[in-house]
């Protein structure tokens, strides 16, 4: 326990809007996160958390890893900041060779950003961007999904699926449409791994060719799984069939992977994991294990040699970040890489997917429970709502949790799961028993 901050507890909580947050029913019964290590977070009352949510599905070497710390104070001795804009230092052109290797091919360069939101901008502006360098301007439609979370910048809110993030923000961008969402199918639940039905969903992108003509479409963007929509998975053969009817089209294939990226689904990336490569691949999160904030944006070849493949000088896209590549985050990235790789953590999720399927489907009987969805180190534990009160029982659930000594989030009335790669089988084992014992306390 790290006694030194247990008095830190701010007198004016005022001034800081909080993001995603009913911050007037916080800030009545303040909770202060003041250290972390490993596994484990510890508040100002010096109570112990297990954190079932790798910060916010982003710890994923788990914290206070004294490698990555020493290499950004490492990096902040010799160059603190240097911009990449008709110019260049030598760490990102390293990260960035060495980031591609992890991810399938073609998709062999990677643009930086700074944030899962920035990630996914990037990636819908390189796509409409791709069209127009290949005469194909009047393909300007970008499909989603609904339930889909794509960040809260214009382009991905707009693509986004979920209701409520879109719904205070009028219009939003035009010409986006949304492919059904793939969850709830009755047969699908408490399933072990991925849902059995369902693939024929993809054929939603079918009808959405029908309506507005393939030329009019840029790029299709999923999230391989759903993540910050309560935790959905793909059914068997679905991303399969997006490929192909995207291929069929000549429409892309944009995998949000800011979630499921850097191991978490038992690869590097979700499209390893499944073998469904896309065009363009968005992440950021566990790229520095959230110590510094970062975000890459991976394209293929043949998008990369489109923009490349001109005799015009100067910039073959106008877009980027003042921290696009920035040395003390990709110090960070280089560092977590090192973890990744000397740790094996990549391969984790699949070594105890058993262990965590086993525990998370013992709760299946519990009172209230209507679904259990679990596959590599992610999961969601479904609560029937309270009548008339939707997500008081998810949100009294996990208070309850977080006393018992296990600190997950609560997404509606889903408990979601994405725990640090470095969890033990006793660590999972207790993770569950807690959220077993709070769902029969709470009733
Ligand atoms: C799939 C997905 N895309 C994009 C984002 C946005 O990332 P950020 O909050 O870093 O902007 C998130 C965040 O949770 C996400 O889950």
Not at 30 to 52: C, N, W
Request: proline share 5%; glycine share 12%; hydrophobic share 40%.
């Amino acid at each position: 326990m790290n006694l030194k901050h247990h008095n830190l507890v701010p007198d004016n909580l005022d001034a800081f809007w909080m993001p995603f947050s009913g911050q007037r029913q916080f800030k009545e019964d303040p909770r202060f996160i003041v250290s972390a290590k490993g596994m484990y977070y510890t508040d100002s009352q010096g109570h112990e958390t297990l954190d079932g949510s790798a910060g916010l599905w982003c710890v994923n070497a788990g914290h206070h890893r004294e490698h990555i710390n020493a290499a950004i104070a490492h990096q902040l001795e010799s160059l603190d900041f240097a911009h990449s804009f008709n110019s260049g230092h030598p760490l990102a052109f390293q990260y960035a060779s060495r980031l591609v290797k992890h991810v399938p091919d073609p998709l062999n360069h990677v643009f930086f950003t700074n944030s899962g939101s920035e990630s996914v901008d990037t990636a819908l502006k390189i796509a409409l961007a791709y069209h127009r360098r290949n005469g194909e301007a009047g393909r300007q439609r970008l499909i989603g999904r609904e339930k889909g979370y794509h960040g809260m910048g214009f382009g991905g809110l707009s693509v986004g699926g979920l209701v409520k993030n879109r719904n205070p923000f009028g219009l939003l961008l035009p010409g986006t449409d949304h492919m059904r969402q793939t969850h709830g199918l009755a047969g699908n639940r408490f399933a072990r791994g991925l849902p059995p039905e369902g693939a024929e969903l993809a054929m939603d992108l079918q009808r959405l060719v029908e309506l507005h003509g393939a030329d009019a479409i840029a790029a299709v963007i999923v999230e391989p799984i759903g993540g910050a929509g309560g935790v959905h998975l793909p059914p068997v053969g679905y991303l399969q069939r997006l490929r192909e009817l995207c291929d069929e089209h000549g429409i892309l294939l944009i995998f949000d992977e800011v979630i499921t990226g850097f191991g978490r689904t038992g690869a590097c990336t979700a499209a390893e994991r499944f073998g469904v490569v896309p065009d363009i691949m968005t992440t950021a999160k566990g790229i520095t294990n959230a110590t510094i904030p970062m975000g890459g944006v991976f394209v293929s070849d043949a998008i990369f040699e489109r923009f490349m493949d001109t005799d015009v000088p100067g910039v073959e896209l106008s877009h980027g970040y003042t921290y696009s590549g920035h040395p003390v985050a990709c110090a960070a990235g280089m560092a977590t890489l090192d973890i990744y790789e000397q740790e094996g953590l990549f391969e984790r999720p699949k070594a105890l997917q058993d262990t965590w399927q086993d525990a998370a489907l013992r709760l299946s009987d519990l009172p209230n429970v209507i679904d259990v969805r679990c596959f590599a180190l992610l999961g969601a534990i479904e609560l029937a709502p309270l009548d008339g009160a939707p997500m008081q029982r998810g949100a009294a659930v996990a208070k309850r949790c977080y006393e018992k000594g296990a600190w997950v989030r609560p997404i509606g009335d889903s408990l979601v799961l994405s725990p640090p790669l470095i969890i033990s089988e006793a660590e999972i084992e207790r993770i569950f028993e807690i959220i077993g014992e709070a769902i029969c306390e709470i009733g």
